[in-house]
């Protein structure tokens, strides 16, 4: 057969080809970002218990009430705004279902999308397959900023939608709410959509808070968000997310999600509603995370590594340029091999490949985990 591929420059993503790397080599894997460690027992047993009870069937496409309706709640209480659960708020099969469909729902033949690089590497293909232009803004270690404006230089009347992602993956750089302000300057008199992948909102350090899209009245008109339980349950293999947004826009988001999965998981969704009455389940993730960031860096405090601490996210992107010369993805590959760590590079993120010399670790680890990484690490010497 002659088949002619939608995405035919797209190869195997950096995550497969760094986890298959580091099971070949037996090293410890600090590249994909998943963590080690189980979610908490009871919500396995509320899960376990709404499959016993016969919740097994085709939930409402929008999500199950009690979670929308918690979700609803939860939102209020974060960042002081109503959303309705039954119209602005749907549960997604994982964020990047939710970020897929929010695309396809939008752009059209020849729009232009601006993304945030390093990007998460789902948006370009899922702009590309709805026949939009990616046009990339680069950000750069080690500050990771924005600048308000070069960015705005980028826009055009071709422009239809801007993606955010915040806490940033891969860099670990957060926005903050000068940020949001320019941004609104930016976007005012304009009909372009905003997609903020907030997945890590709960992941944010040193007292610092998460700044949501959802805060600003002049952006919620043309806004919306998604978010992983994934990331916040430690359940990533679950695939569940949930979207939010202003009731005209999710209108035109529903007409693609009820077509692309229609609805997702019914019996972790109950689950999960009962598991987030306790909001002591998201609100000490901060400490949480941010007491594994500050294991792992002063773990590696005497490795010739460089970097600033991570601000968000479970990730701790690191400078190597006083250990090598290579490229980051030949160092990410010879860190594998030669000194048992796995690591992701982040030129992959770019669409040029710009090399900063840094590369990615995930501090999603148990402690014995992350000694036993910082171990090898401390033992990389500097270059002569």
């Not at 309706?69 to 964020?95: F, H, M, V, W």
Request: glycine share 4%; hydrophobic share 40%; proline share 5%.
């Amino acid at each position: 057969m002659n088949i002619k591929s939608k995405l035919p420059n797209l190869g195997t993503t950096i995550f497969s080809v760094m986890s298959a790397l580091s099971n070949q080599y037996n090293a410890i894997n600090l590249s994909q970002g998943f963590p080690n460690f189980d979610c908490d027992e009871r919500l396995k047993k509320l899960v376990a218990s709404y499959i016993n009870r016969g919740y097994n069937q085709y939930c409402p496409m929008t999500g199950a009430a009690p979670l929308v309706e918690r979700l609803a709640i939860k939102i209020q209480q974060l960042y002081g705004i109503e959303y309705d659960p039954k119209n602005e708020i749907n549960i997604t099969s994982g964020a990047t279902q939710a970020i897929f469909s929010t695309i396809h729902a939008f752009i059209h033949s020849g729009d232009e999308v601006i993304i945030v690089e390093p990007a998460y590497d789902c948006y370009q293909p899922s702009i590309l397959l709805a026949g939009g232009v990616v046009v990339p803004y680069q950000i750069k270690a080690p500050d990771w900023k924005i600048d308000w404006k070069e960015f705005e230089k980028l826009l055009s009347p071709k422009t239809r939608m801007i993606i955010l992602n915040t806490p940033h993956n891969p860099s670990g750089s957060i926005l903050e709410d000068n940020d949001f302000l320019s941004l609104q300057k930016i976007v005012k008199d304009t009909d372009i959509v905003i997609l903020s992948d907030e997945v890590y909102e709960h992941m944010v350090f040193d007292d610092k808070k998460h700044c949501s899209i959802l805060e600003y009245p002049a952006l919620r008109k043309r806004s919306l968000a998604t978010f992983s339980f994934g990331k916040t349950l430690h359940a990533t293999g679950w695939k569940l997310g949930y979207i939010v947004g202003d009731a005209t826009l999710m209108h035109e988001f529903r007409k693609i999600h009820q077509f692309d999965v229609f609805t997702s998981n019914t019996p972790f969704q109950y689950a999960i509603a009962d598991y987030l009455e306790d909001e002591s389940t998201y609100l000490d993730l901060p400490n949480f995370f941010q007491t594994k960031r500050d294991f792992f860096l002063n773990s590696i405090e005497q490795s010739p590594f460089k970097y600033l601490p991570s601000s968000g996210t479970y990730f701790q992107v690191a400078d190597y340029s006083d250990i090598s010369d290579e490229p980051d993805t030949e160092f990410a590959r010879r860190m594998t091999i030669e000194y048992g760590v796995a690591v992701i590079p982040i030129s992959v993120f770019y669409h040029n490949n710009l090399d900063n010399r840094v590369v990615r670790f995930c501090f999603a680890k148990t402690e014995d985990v992350l000694q036993k990484a910082a171990e090898m690490i401390c033992n990389i010497k500097r270059k002569v």
